[in-house]
C-alpha cells in the first residue's frame, strides 16, 4: 500500500514537471516574438485629420472636430479651441514609431490592453485610427501600445503625455504680451490718470526716471521699478483657470465685470524680427472682485466677524473667457494709484551728481563738498578748508590728551567716508505719505546741491511727527512720513563725521 502511495506522489510530481517545462518552453517561445524596431506604426498627416477624440472612462472623454474655421468642441460649439493644441498632439503621429514589437498577440491582458487607460480615435477623410494605451514595461517604464494589427507595441514616446482629461487644458487662452516699447498707461475705475513714458527731459533730478504723470499742469516722476514690474505683472498674468468660456452680461455682472474695479490700456510699440519700423498695438485688462462676496466680507469686517475670502477675476480687452485672478497679482495690479507707483524714497538721485551737501543739526551748520576722482570715477569728500580747521580745533579740545602730535592743518582736506550718511539718506522712504504741515520740532536739515541745471538742489527738512515718525519736508513741501529710526541713523552719521 505505502509502494503504491509513493508512486503515486512520484507521478505527480513527474505530471507537475511536465506541465511547468511546457509553459517555460511556451513562454519562451512567446518571449522570441518580441523584436527589436525603430518602425514607424503610424504616419497621419496632420492636415488630414478631421476628427480627434480620446477617452479615459465614459465621464473623461473630450471629442473635437475640423469645421470651416478651424476646430470646434463637439459639446459646444462656443468653446474656443486652440489650434495649436491640437496640432501639437496631432504631429506626434506624423511618424510615431515603437521601439519594440510583439507580434501575434492572443492575451492582451498581460499588457494592459484589455482594459485601455486611455483610447484615442483619429479620423481621416479614409479612415479612422484607434491607439489603445496599456499599462507601462517593468523593465524600461515603456507604454505598450495597441493600433488595431494585431501586434502589441512598446513605445518611448507615451501618447498619454499629449494629451488631458481636460477641456481647458484645450481652450484658446488669451495671452497677454511683453511690452516692448511703451508709449502710455491709462487707468480708469478706481484710479482714472496717464502714465506717460517720457525720454531725455528735464522733468526730474534723476536720469533713469523716464515714466511721468501730469498733476495742475506739472510733470511728475514716478518709480520706474515700480511701473515695470506693474507691466511685468500683467505681463506674466496665469491665464489658465477660467471661471467661464463664453461670458454672457448676466455672467460679467456676476463677476464685476460689467463695471471693472479697474481697467488698465497699455499703449505700446514692438517690432518684427524682419523689419525696424515700429508696430502700434494696445493691451487692455480689466480686473475685479465678486460684488456679493465683496458686500458680504465687508459687512462682517462692520461686525468685527472674520470675513471669507472675496474671489477675484481679470478679462483681456473684449474676450468672452473670464479667469481667476491669485490675491498676489490682484494686490500688484489694483496698487495703481500715484502715490502706489512714485518714488517711495525722499531722495532717490544718485549721489554721484551731488557735489556738496549743506547741513544744519542742532542750530550748528556744516557743509561737505566733494571733486570728482576721473581715475576710481568717485567723489571725494571733505569739509571746507576753513571748517576742517574749526573741526579740528574743536576736536582738540574736547580730548584730553597729552599727545604730542601736530595739529597743523594741512593744505589738503582730509577726505572723508561719508557713506553712512548717503546710505541713511537714501534709506529714508515713505511709510506713508502726506500733506501735513510740520509742528514739531526740526530734527536735521539737508540740502544737497547737484550737478544738475535743472535741479541746482534738493532741500530735506526732517520735523519729529511723533515718537515713530518723522515728517519729511522736500523744497517747502510736506511729502511723507519717514520712520524715526531712519533719521537717527542720518543724525548719527552726520555727528560721527562732525565729531571725529
Known amino acids: 500500500m505505502k509502494r503504491f502511495k509513493k508512486l503515486g506522489i512520484l507521478l505527480g510530481v513527474l505530471v507537475i514537471a511536465c506541465v511547468a517545462t511546457f509553459a517555460l518552453t511556451h513562454y519562451e517561445e512567446k518571449q522570441e516574438q518580441i523584436k527589436n524596431s525603430d518602425e514607424v506604426i503610424l504616419e497621419i498627416p496632420t492636415d488630414s485629420v478631421t476628427a480627434l477624440s480620446w477617452e479615459y472612462t465614459e465621464e473623461e472623454s473630450l471629442s473635437f472636430h475640423k469645421g470651416d474655421e478651424g476646430w470646434l468642441y463637439d459639446e459646444d460649439e462656443a468653446f474656443p479651441v486652440s489650434e495649436e493644441k491640437v496640432n501639437d498632439i496631432l504631429s506626434h503621429f506624423e511618424a510615431f514609431g515603437a521601439s519594440f514589437i510583439i507580434e501575434d498577440v492572443e492575451d492582451y491582458s498581460q499588457y494592459g ?33 495597441d493600433i488595431g494589427d494585431g501586434n502589441v507595441y512598446l513605445v518611448k514616446e507615451d501618447p498619454e503625455d499629449y494629451v488631458s482629461p481636460e477641456l481647458s487644458s484645450m481652450i484658446l487662452d488669451d495671452d497677454t504680451p511683453g511690452f516692448e516699447n511703451v508709449v502710455d498707461i491709462r487707468f480708469d475705475g478706481a484710479e482714472n490718470y496717464i502714465i506717460q513714458r517720457l525720454e531725455d527731459t528735464n522733468y526730474s533730478y534723476s536720469d533713469s526716471d523716464v515714466y511721468f504723470t501730469q498733476q495742475n499742469g506739472k510733470y511728475l516722476p514716478l518709480d520706474k521699478s515700480a511701473v515695470t514690474k506693474y507691466l511685468n505683472t500683467i505681463t506674466s498674468l496665469d491665464l489658465l483657470t477660467y471661471v467661464t468660456y463664453n461670458a454672457t452680461e448676466e455672467e460679467l455682472e456676476t463677476y464685476g465685470l460689467n463695471e471693472p474695479e479697474l481697467s488698465v490700456t497699455v499703449n505700446y510699440t514692438y517690432t518684427e524680427d524682419d523689419s525696424d519700423e515700429p508696430i502700434a498695438d494696445t493691451c487692455v485688462i480689466h480686473i475685479s472682485r465678486n460684488p456679493e462676496e465683496l458686500a458680504a466680507a465687508e459687512e462682517a469686517e462692520a461686525k468685527g466677524e472674520n470675513a471669507e475670502d472675496v474671489s477675484m477675476y481679470v478679462r483681456v480687452g473684449d474676450s468672452q473667457i473670464v479667469y481667476e485672478l491669485d490675491s498676489v497679482d490682484y494686490g500688484i495690479l489694483s496698487a495703481a494709484s500715484y502715490d502706489d507707483l512714485r518714488h517711495q524714497e525722499v531722495f532717490w538721485g544718485d549721489f554721484d551728481d551731488v557735489t556738496q551737501i549743506d547741513i544744519t543739526l542742532e542750530g550748528e551748520s556744516h557743509t561737505l563738498t566733494s571733486e570728482w576722482d576721473e581715475e576710481n570715477e568717485e567723489r571725494i569728500w571733505h569739509f571746507p578748508a576753513a571748517e576742517a580747521e574749526e573741526t579740528e580745533e574743536t576736536t582738540e579740545e574736547t580730548q584730553s590728551t597729552d599727545s604730542a602730535e601736530s595739529t597743523e592743518s594741512t593744505e589738503e582736506a582730509e577726505e572723508l567716508d561719508v557713506s553712512d550718511l548717503t546710505d541713511a539718506i537714501k534709506a529714508l522712504s515713505a511709510t506713508e505719505f502726506t500733506s501735513q504741515k510740520p509742528e514739531g520740532k526740526e530734527e536735521i536739515r539737508l540740502t544737497l546741491h547737484l550737478d544738475s541745471e535743472d535741479f541746482p538742489k534738493v532741500e530735506i527738512i526732517l520735523y519729529r511727527y511723533d515718537g515713530s515718525s518723522c515728517l519729511a519736508v522736500v523744497d517747502g513741501q510736506s511729502v511723507s512720513l519717514v520712520p524715526r529710526a531712519s533719521v537717527i541713523e542720518v543724525v548719527e552719521a552726520v555727528q560721527t563725521i562732525v565729531l571725529n
Open 113 to 145: 490592453l484589455d482594459e485601455p487607460e486611455c483610447i484615442l480615435h483619429i479620423t481621416t477623410g479614409d479612415a479612422a485610427v484607434e491607439v489603445k494605451l496599456g499599462a507601462f514595461s517593468k523593465m524600461d517604464e515603456q507604454r505598450y501600445v
